[in-house]
Each structure stands twice: as C-alpha cells, then as structure tokens.
C-alpha cells in the first residue's frame, strides 16, 4: 500500500481491520444484543428558522459518493453517468441541484465526489465544461482509498498477474472518514469555513441540497446525524438502527452484519420500523477532533465480504474484501442524531426496475434538477433473466408506459413495451417462453 501510494491513515485503518480478521471477528450484530428504535424525530414536526437554515447552509458542503461503476447493472463507466431522465444523467441533475441551490440561497455550496480509482477520470472529464462548479479554490474530487484483496486461506494479499488491478479493492464507504482526512480535503475544507457536510450516495436523487435539514443539524449541536425513513415492506433489506443494550448506544445494522438465524427479526418492517438512507450529516469541526483523537482509525465494525479475486471468474482464488460503512459511524459520536425525513429524501437506482420508476410520468423533473412524485410509487419487478442489464432493459422497454394509476406491475419473461400504453392498477405478465410485446 506504502509503494502504490495510499495515505498513512488509509494503511492503519487497513491494518486495523486485518488485525480484526485475523482474530476471526465477523461484524455480525445478534438481535439479542440490541433493541430496535421506534421513537425518532420526524423533520417535518421540528421547527427552523429561516434564516438559521439559509446560514447553516452557507457553510455546508455537499458530498457525493461516486466510487461505483454499477457493474451488476452492466455498466463499465461510473454509475451516475447513466442517463436517468430526459436525456440527463446522475450528474446532470445532481448539478442542476447543486446550482439551483447556490442561486437560491446565495450559498457557496461546494460538490465533492468520492471517486475511486475506476471512476476518477470518467467523472472529472465529464464535469469538465461545467462552468464555475469548484469553489474557493477546492478540488471537485477526492479519491477513496484501495486496499489489498485477501486470500481466505492465509489472508495474504493475493497475487492475480492476470490482471492485477483486481488485487485491489475499495474498503467500502466508511473510507469516508481517512479518505477526507488522508487527501487533505478535510483540513481544506474548514480551512475555507465551511462547518457541516451532507453526504449521500451519488445514485440517490433524493438527497438534494436542503436548507430546513442543514438549520435543524446546525442547532442540534450534534456531531454526526442519519436521515431514516419509514420501513415498507418494499424496504425490508435496507439496514437499519438500533441501540446497542449494553451501552444505549445508537448503532447501524446492515444485511452483512446479520447472522442468518435473525434475518426474520432484520427483515421485519414492525420490528424495525425505520430504514437507514444512507443519507447523513457531519460537522466536519467535531469529525477532524474525533480524528485526531483516534489517529485517523475511527474503528467502525467490520464487514467481511466474501468473493473471487476475478468476479468473472467463479474459479479464481476466494478472497476477502475488508470493508466498512459509513453509516456504522453513528456509533462513534457522543451525542450522534437520528431524523425521519421524507421519502422523497431517498430515490437510488439499484435496479432497473428503480430506473423504470424514475423514467416514469410517477415522477416530474422539476427546474431545480428535482424529481418530485406525483402518484402514489407502484410496485416493479421485473424479470431480471431479461431485465438486469441496462442495455437489455433499453431495448426491451423503448417506451416507458404511463405508471401513474399503476399499483405493481410484475414481468416474468421477456416483455417488450416499444409504445405507447398505459398500466392501471396490478397487471402481471407471464413467461410465453417466446416473449411478447405489451401494447
């Protein structure tokens, strides 16, 4: 790591995390060693001044996770240059938002990506032509960090001549935290004061500039806050928080860090009544002293993901990615938060059948790069045999159907809409074996 050039805090957090694995700890988190958390504030009852919210938001910055290359969509670019709606793609609309916001505000407003190093240079030239997007002399980027892949056998790096970019990895989004301590960014940041940051996944529209959630963080005093909203049974996979019995401690719980005996317990929408966004607020002041405290290892729990070195190769060498998430961090700061925010907070593009809502009349785009509802969200499934790859999905859906008085609609087989129509309550649609065309 020292030779290709990572950050030292990078190379301890990494060593960190061996040490953990070598010990055989899992990162699993056993139902019985928490409660779930069924009282939070919702933003929507909490009052903001207006001009608290307008200030706070002058010293915010907005930052964007971009390391993902949407692979299992059968992308080989950065994923937010995917075309979402209108011809526009991710950063399209995330700009549109960035700038709306600053015009209206009167804020700086600065847009950060975290690339990794498979998506740096496709973002940075595309954002290229963009006018005025950097501010204060800040960069648009930084770069998460890459960690050696792990043999299971002996948890040595692996050795793949084939190709020896897939000897490395990235750590998962909790590299936040070195990542903007490592590359400077965060020193920077402050430097040009700037107090709080939002960070959101770049493949989540929802989580646009907003003034009213950067008062209510700034008046909490609170070092660290989650946006969750409201479980459906649509959101059963999403992790969730919880707190820690032993301590009170808020924590987040995520799919991986369940052990599968508790999945029923994870998966249940009263139980768990409120998912995590992902979606999340720092003060970046109380972050850097965290920090420092802590030389640059915050020590959030460990998440051991299990792969081949070559995910094209099912018979390549197994390996274990040491990861984190970014969310874990709650855990951390005394005096963390947590907000219920509306779901219009939370619009990621996983799957295609997200994409086919968000190309959908169920949404309209608005002039601040905004999509905004306008019915209630329908059900989608759709056959992913057919329907995964966003270039099958292209062909097969040429011309989205109006979803609007829509309640699900469910595809099996390969379905092929290239007209106008209109889906009105549940239709499903069976595998022929010879596919079809909806009209």
Avoid at 149 to 169: A, N, Q, R, Y
Avoid at 198 to 216: E, H, K, M, Q, T
Avoid at 368 to 376: E, T
């Amino acid at each position: 790591m020292r030779n290709a050039g990572v950050s030292q805090p990078a190379i301890d957090n990494f060593t960190h995390y061996w040490h953990l694995c070598a010990a055989g700890a899992s990162g699993l988190i056993a139902e019985d060693t928490i409660r779930p958390l069924l009282e939070v504030p919702s933003l929507d009852s909490v009052a903001v001044d207006e001009a608290d919210a307008r200030a706070a938001l002058r010293q915010t910055v907005l930052i964007k996770l971009n390391g993902g290359l949407g692979t299992s969509m059968g992308l080989d670019r950065a994923k937010t240059l995917l075309t979402v709606r209108d011809g526009r793609n991710f950063l399209d609309l995330i700009v549109a938002q960035v700038q709306h916001a600053r015009s209206a505000y009167d804020a700086r407003l600065p847009l950060l990506f975290m690339n990794s190093f498979r998506t740096r240079q496709d973002t940075l030239d595309y954002l290229a032509d963009v006018p005025g997007l950097a501010v204060d002399g800040l960069p648009l980027d930084f770069l998460q960090n890459a960690e050696p892949k792990i043999l299971v056998e002996d948890l040595s790096p692996v050795d793949w001549p084939t190709d020896p970019s897939l000897e490395w990895c990235p750590p998962g989004h909790g590299d936040l935290y070195p990542a903007l301590l490592g590359s400077g960014v965060l020193d920077a940041l402050i430097a040009a004061g700037f107090r709080y940051a939002s960070v959101a996944n770049g493949d989540n529209l929802g989580a646009a500039p907003d003034a009213r959630l950067a008062g209510w963080f700034a008046a909490s005093g609170a070092p660290y806050a989650a946006e969750l909203c409201p479980r459906t049974v649509n959101d059963r996979k999403g992790g969730h928080l919880a707190l820690r019995i032993s301590d009170e401690q808020l924590i987040l719980r995520d799919t991986a860090q369940t052990a599968p005996e508790d999945m029923g317990f994870f998966t249940d929408e009263h139980r768990h009544p409120f998912f995590h966004t992902n979606n999340l607020w720092l003060d970046l002041v109380q972050l850097r002293a965290v920090l420092t405290e802590r030389a640059g290892v915050l020590g959030l729990p460990l998440i051991r993901n299990e792969k081949t070195v070559d995910p094209a190769v099912p018979s390549s060498p197994k390996v274990i990615q040491l990861e984190s998430a970014m969310g874990a961090a709650i855990e951390v700061f005394v005096g963390a938060k947590a907000i219920v925010v509306p779901r219009d907070r939370f619009l990621p593009v996983k799957t295609t059948n997200e994409l086919l809502l968000l190309r959908s009349d169920v949404f309209e785009l608005g002039p601040d790069g905004r999509l905004i509802a306008v019915a209630d969200i329908p059900e989608i499934s759709l056959d992913p045999k057919h329907y995964r790859l966003v270039g099958d999905f292209d062909q097969l859906v040429s011309v989205v159907p109006s979803l609007r008085r829509a309640k699900a609609l469910r595809v099996q087989g390969e379905w092929h809409f290239d007209s106008p129509t209109e889906i009105v309550g549940e239709l499903e649609l069976a595998d022929t074996g010879t596919g079809g065309y909806y009209r």
